[in-house]
């Protein structure tokens, strides 16, 4: 993680609104109707409502935030979403009325929240199933919502990334000139540990000037047992196939490109 620099003096609350879109890809492969049921069993028990509330509340923690609170919601037949509101629990520094400085919590309450939404597939035909979940982080404050990033890698199997942040609005220095940015970013890939990225091809987009940076991810090696169900040979012929076909599909969504 790059070494913050000397921070800005601002006049009164920060008002940057900082956001962080997390989407990941995980593919399995489902033939048979057993396979099937048996997947959307595991998404439930580990991606319902309450699983995702629960990683959310972690990311807060984690970039100093507080929960406010929760909504939350699992669908019929699968998926699930979750909304957290938070406020910023950063603090600065005051004085009361006997003159000693005091710590004073900012809290933006209307702009920081963190949100979730699963996406899972099943009714490929050839038996592909894809679970995709969006992950969005907004805060407004002190919060950098980057500081999560490796949390989210390590609570999800991910096969395809992309992460899009991107700063708005302006605040105010002491000298009342406007801040459009209050911390350094040279790449979404220096708040990822690098053991994490070594196991992916990474791809940047970055227009500092507009205060946007994307990284896209696609995993390097298929651990091929991981993606079928427990006991199926993966080195036989038609599996092969089929980790090939994962293959093109992760490819595909990589590169936007149509089936």
């Known amino acids: 993680m790059p070494r913050p620099s000397e921070p800005i003096r601002l006049e009164g609350f920060n008002n940057l609104t900082k956001c962080v879109s997390f989407n990941l890809y995980d593919f399995a492969v489902a033939r048979t109707e057993s396979e099937r049921s048996s997947y959307i069993a595991y998404l439930h028990q580990h991606f319902s409502a309450e699983r995702i509330t629960a990683i959310l509340s972690e990311i807060a923690r984690i970039i100093d935030a507080e929960v406010l609170s929760v909504s939350a919601q699992d669908y019929d037949p699968w998926g699930a979403s979750s909304l957290v509101l938070m406020s910023d629990l950063a603090h600065g520094e005051t004085v009361d009325a006997s003159g000693k400085v005091v710590s004073s919590v900012g809290a933006h ?6 949100c979730a939404h699963t996406y899972p597939d099943v009714q490929d035909p050839r038996g592909i199933c894809s679970f995709r979940i969006d992950i969005d982080i907004a805060t407004c404050g002190t919060i950098v919502p980057l ?9 999800f199997e991910n096969d395809v990334v992309i992460i899009d942040y991107v700063v708005r609005g302006f605040t ?5 000139k406007r801040v459009y940015m209050d911390h350094t970013v040279r790449s979404i890939q220096d708040f990822i540990d690098p053991k994490i990225l070594a196991d992916y091809e990474c791809e940047d987009l970055a227009l500092p000037g507009q205060n946007i940076w994307q990284t896209k991810m696609i995993r390097n090696e298929l651990d091929a047992p991981e993606y079928f169900a427990p006991g199926t040979d993966p080195t036989t012929p038609d599996n092969q196939g089929m980790l090939a076909k994962i293959r093109r599909e992760m490819s595909g969504i990589y590169r936007n490109l149509p089936d």
């Not at 309450?109 to 963190?114: F, G, P, V």
């Not at 500081?147 to 609570?155: K, V």
């Not at 105010?172 to 009342?176: F, I, L, M, N, S």
């Open 109 to 114: 309450l209307t702009k920081s929240h963190l």
């Open 147 to 155: 500081r999560a990033l490796n949390y989210m890698f390590e609570s």
């Open 172 to 176: 105010r220095d002491t000298e009342g």
